[in-house]
């Protein structure tokens, strides 16, 4: 199949990129590169052995979507761009409606103008209402919507654009899967995740004090109700996940019609210390520690009733904690400035 991948150079996108490729379907990336690097590019041609297509544009343009659809003419698009920072979103939140929102609009309509079916969206745990007593866990399909940041809302407003969509288009044929903590990276050490700047989440940042470029890991809150006051949440790893984008898209193309939301998450949670001692007994490094307080909004504990995606899809996350630890670092140790520099 053609399949056209908007955020393809990202964290996610880029993992994806190698599983598509490997298993023979035709890639073309489309990304402004606003939170990436060209040379992922590079780097998912060395793993996979094979070069993803590039249609550089901006998905607030819905010109640059509509030429790359155009122009590729894409069986399915797997949909990543977006802007996924939960402080910034309270900052700048007409940024994230623009592009997470407005961008999802642009690039359904160019899909309706072209007769392009199938779609698989990244969407979020974070659609969900914060968990606060131990019966709102695990989170299933079917649990309370509430996300509390303009991120959030803006995935959620997406989710309900691409259902209102469906409802009116019979061909109409997506996946929305709610991503839990995806961490880790390709085995082979060449792509993995390449924040900007300082990180936001738990394990880039644990994982650049390992290599030295930050001194400490700032516990955020110590006081939570878990058995050892650390905040707990479902981490996946990033092989799995793209696992989990591949048998979507199977899914969808066997001749699913409409639009249904779907975890991708273990189903297990670990605790912010259970993370840090996985990640100095896969490193062989010390993560020096330092108690802050909690973020505004962090919650105590969040993980995936994972059993949908087992039963529709045959999917199941089979990567362990220490895979996820051990394959960050070979990213992290042989990559010390991401993609900025060449091994
Ligand atoms: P990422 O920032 O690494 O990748 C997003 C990609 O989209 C980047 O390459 C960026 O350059 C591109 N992009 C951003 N705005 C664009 C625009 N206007 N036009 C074209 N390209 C644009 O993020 P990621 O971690 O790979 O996340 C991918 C998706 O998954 C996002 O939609 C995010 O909301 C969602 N998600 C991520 C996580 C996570 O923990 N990483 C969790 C849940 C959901
Ligand atoms: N944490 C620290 N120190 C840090 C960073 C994180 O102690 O420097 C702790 C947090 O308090 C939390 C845990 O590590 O207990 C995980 O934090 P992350 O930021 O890695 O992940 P979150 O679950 O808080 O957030 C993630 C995504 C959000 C999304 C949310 C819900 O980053 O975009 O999941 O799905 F909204």
Redesign the pocket.
């Known amino acids: 199949m053609n399949v056209l991948v ?9 993992h994806v990129c190698v599983e598509l490729l490997e298993q023979g379907h035709n890639v073309t990336v ?7 690097s060209r040379n ?1 590019l590079e780097r998912i041609s060395q793993v996979a052995g094979k070069r993803p297509s590039l249609y550089e ?4 343009k819905a010109q ?2 509509g030429c790359a659809i155009l122009t590729h003419k894409p069986d399915a698009v797997m ?6 920072a939960v402080g910034e979103s309270v900052i700048k939140p007409l940024d994230y409606y623009e ?2 929102v407005s ?1 999802t609009v642009n690039m359904l309509k160019a899909m309706q103008a072209f007769n392009v079916n199938h779609l698989v969206f ?5 659609v969900y209402a914060p968990p606060t007593t131990p019966d709102d866990l695990p989170l299933t399909e079917s649990s309370a919507l509430g996300p509390v940041s303009p ?1 959030g809302r803006s ?1 959620l407003a997406v989710e309900h654009v691409l259902a209102d969509y469906a409802a009116a288009n019979p061909y109409a044929s997506i996946a929305m899967l ?6 880790g990276a390709h085995p082979s050490g060449l792509i993995g ?3 900007k700047g300082i990180p936001n ?1 738990l394990l880039p940042y644990i994982a650049q004090v390992a290599v030295g470029k930050l001194p400490h890991l700032t516990l955020l809150g110590h006081g939570f109700d878990t058995p050892d006051g650390t905040g707990i949440r479902d981490y996946v790893h990033i092989m799995d996940l793209a696992e989990g984008h591949l048998a979507a898209l199977d899914y969808l193309t066997a001749g699913f019609e409409g639009c249904f939301a779907m975890n991708l998450g273990t189903g297990q949670g670990h605790s912010v210390l259970e993370v840090i001692a996985a990640f100095e007994r896969a490193s062989g490094k010390t993560i020096p520690i330092v108690e802050g307080t909690p973020r505004p909004g962090d919650i105590a504990v969040c993980y995936a009733d994972a059993s949908k995606a087992q039963e529709l899809l045959g999917w199941k996350a089979t990567c362990t904690l220490a895979d996820m630890c051990a394959d960050a670092w070979r990213w992290q140790s042989r990559n010390p400035e991401g993609y900025g520099r060449r091994q």
Do not use: C, M, Q
Request: hydrophobic share 25%; no cysteine.
């Open positions: 908007t955020g393809g150079a990202g964290y996610i996108g880029s489309f990304d402004n590169f606003s939170n990436s992922v544009g901006d998905l607030r640059n979507i949909h990543f761009a977006g802007l996924k592009t997470n961008g990244s969407s979020s745990a974070t991120y995935k709610r991503y839990f903590n995806p961490i995740e390449d924040p989440n």
